[in-house]
């Protein structure tokens, strides 16, 4: 199994989202662990509970600090647990552009309603207000707007006759513990989902002139436009199990020397010839500068003179 993603979370008060978090990770098969519990109140219900589950907590009011100023004390404290990731739950502070650039892409939040609708505050009874037959809860990821940001995941809860914003809300805040740690788990795992490879394989390989994308015997194939291929995604092809990039090799010896120097990685793809190499992306730890070189040089292997004149020019501005 991989080493487990080291995960902290950020929390005002109560910190039921925060308990949920760490049950789930009690689980020997979760992918993430709690490494740090930190509030930005000291009398935080949240850390006494975290505290006796051993985990590492720390509580500091906010009061009379600059909001940057107080966001670099957490950071701080962050990177001393050796967080990878920040789950915020139920934290109250607006975050400070420099805190939210820092994490970016590495913060989630969950809020209690269906976004895009009902950011910020009241949510629940905002919704039975405009009489939805639907509340709920959302995880997203954290961008300098408050509660935007791409969303990860939601859970939709019927909103009942009579429900009241107390009531709904304990609802929804079923829904949000299991949705949380779920989403969690899928998001530190996401680098290793074959369909997030492909993403992104595309990202690089479409952006290669004249290169466009379709179906070769049965798998997503990068190539020129009316031309020759350079780089096949392959994904349990034929039963295989394997998730791997094809792409062509710059030298005639060197499938053999990659494959020596890391069999692990390299092979020989079957049918292909010894003019390409398989790079396997399932083994972690994928190296997606040297991927990115590799579909580079694979299309300088297969584009026409004229278009790879053309690139040398651009390369030298
Ligand atoms: C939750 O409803 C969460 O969605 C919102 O604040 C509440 C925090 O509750 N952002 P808890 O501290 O996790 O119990």
């Known amino acids: 199994m991989m080493a487990k993603a080291r995960v ?34 000291p009398a935080a219900p949240g850390l006494v509970l975290a505290a006796a589950e051993g985990i590492a907590t720390f509580g500091q009011s906010h009061k009379g600090l600059k909001r940057a100023e107080f966001d670099s004390i957490i950071d701080a404290q962050l ?4 967080a990878d990731y920040v789950a915020l739950a139920g934290y109250m502070r607006l975050l400070s552009p420099e805190f939210v650039r820092a994490w970016e892409g590495r913060m989630l939040n969950i809020h209690p309603s269906l976004l895009p609708k ?9 919704a039975i207000d405009a009489g939805d037959s639907h509340a709920g809860c959302s995880v997203h990821i954290v961008t300098a707007e408050l509660d935007d940001g791409p969303v990860l ?26 949705l949380y740690s779920r989403t969690l788990a899928a998001f530190v795992t996401r680098e290793q989902q074959p369909e997030w490879m492909l993403n992104r394989v595309r990202e690089i390989a479409l952006a290669l002139p004249q290169a466009d994308e379709v179906i070769s015997h049965g798998m997503p194939c990068f190539g020129i436009e009316k031309g020759k291929k350079f ?15 094809l792409v062509k090799t710059t030298a005639p010896d060197e499938q053999a020397t ?10 020989r793809p079957a049918y292909f010839g010894d003019d390409w190499v398989g790079i396997r992306l399932d083994r972690g730890a994928n190296d997606w500068d ?12 297969v584009a026409p003179k004229k278009l790879l004149g053309l690139m040398d020019i651009a390369d030298q501005f």
């Open 118 to 126: 009902y950011k910020g505050l009241d949510t629940h009874q905002r």
């Open 79 to 82: 990177r001393a647990a050796g």
């Open 153 to 178: 995941a939601q859970t939709p809860v019927a909103i009942l006759p009579g429900d009241s914003a107390d009531s709904l809300a304990a609802r929804i805040l079923i829904a949000e513990h299991q």
């Open 290 to 301: 040297h991927i990115g070189d590799r579909l580079r040089a694979s299309w300088r292997q």
């Open 231 to 245: 780089a096949w995604f392959t994904r349990d092809h034929h039963g295989d199990g394997v998730v791997a990039l």
């Open 258 to 267: 990659l494959i020596e120097a890391d069999p692990d990685r390299y092979y």
């Open 8 to 41: 902290a979370v950020l929390i005002s008060g109560r910190g039921s989202n925060m308990a949920a978090l760490l049950y789930a990770a009690k689980a020997h098969s979760c992918p993430y662990e709690i490494v740090l519990v930190a509030a930005n109140d």
